[in-house]
């Protein structure tokens, strides 16, 4: 089966069938789910599925054909009208075929369930709860967040840091933004406004958190004694590593060597 084929299949799916005939299929397997969509995309034409199910011919078209049923089964409760509307809207800001550009997006998600999630911020857009160009950004971000991570969004309500290396794939993406700069630990991050939408819409777990302008700065205060402590202990490092570099460089160092090798 060409992209091209399977761009129109998008296409047809969300452009004007009654996806609510996709629940009597629902917990069945695969097979059996992607052929129903077959069926309801090519009008139930007599053989017409059957010639679709056969022209899968690899793993790869078989593994979009999962991922993008279960993101129409998110869509169940929207109508042809609103979903019409949709693609025509991703047509005129992608400026590129809807299905292609929807058959790209799905086909990118690395895990099944994170297509439940894009289907939550498909319906999002349909009811204009986020914009177009929101819908864009907050897929990209969907797709470059291992779905192990997408758990952890939450803890972001409020500064926090994770050493497990989370925080900075997330800052990485966007989802967050740097709240504290710590002097005596790491740094703090909290959502950004992207990542509050993403765990809102997509996530669908409510978000109540109070945003602050600009970044905050927290610095233990030190005495004159402190800080005086703190450069004779790196005065002292730099000397024992300079002494440690001459020593090692010294013909002394080579003679201690020769002497425990027993030369």
Request: with cysteine; charged share 30%; aromatic share 10%.
């Amino acid at each position: 089966m060409t992209e091209e084929s399977l761009s129109k299949i998008v296409e047809q799916s969300l452009n004007s069938v009654d996806l609510s005939k996709l629940e009597e299929v629902k917990g069945g397997s695969t097979k059996h789910q992607v052929f129903a969509l077959l069926n309801l995309v090519t009008g139930d034409v007599v053989g017409a599925a059957e010639s679709e199910m056969q022209a899968i011919s690899d793993y790869k078209e078989g593994e979009f054909f999962r991922k993008y049923v279960r993101f129409l089964y998110g869509l169940v409760e929207t109508t042809p009208e609103e979903r019409h509307s949709f693609i025509e809207e991703v047509h005129e800001k992608a400026e590129d075929f809807s299905g292609n550009v929807i058959f790209g997006i799905v086909d990118r998600m690395d895990n099944i369930n994170k297509e439940q999630v894009l289907a939550r911020l498909t319906v999002a857009k349909i009811h204009e709860w986020i914009t177009i160009e929101e819908f864009f950004r907050l897929s990209s971000m969907l797709e470059r967040i291992p779905y192990v991570d997408l758990k952890l969004l939450h803890k972001y309500e409020k500064p926090y840091y994770d050493e497990s290396g989370d925080t900075e794939l997330l800052y990485a993406t966007g989802a967050l933004n740097q709240h504290t700069i710590d002097a005596n630990g790491p740094n703090k991050y909290v959502l950004s406004t992207l990542g509050e939408k993403l765990l809102c819409f997509g996530l669908g777990i409510k978000v109540e958190m109070k945003r602050e302008l600009g970044t905050n700065i927290e610095v233990d205060t030190a005495s004159e004694e402190d800080i005086e402590e703190i450069f004779h202990q790196q005065l002292a490092e730099a000397q024992k590593k300079q002494e440690e570099k001459e020593y090692n460089e010294s013909d002394r160092a080579m003679f201690d060597y020769d002497v425990i090798r027993g030369k």
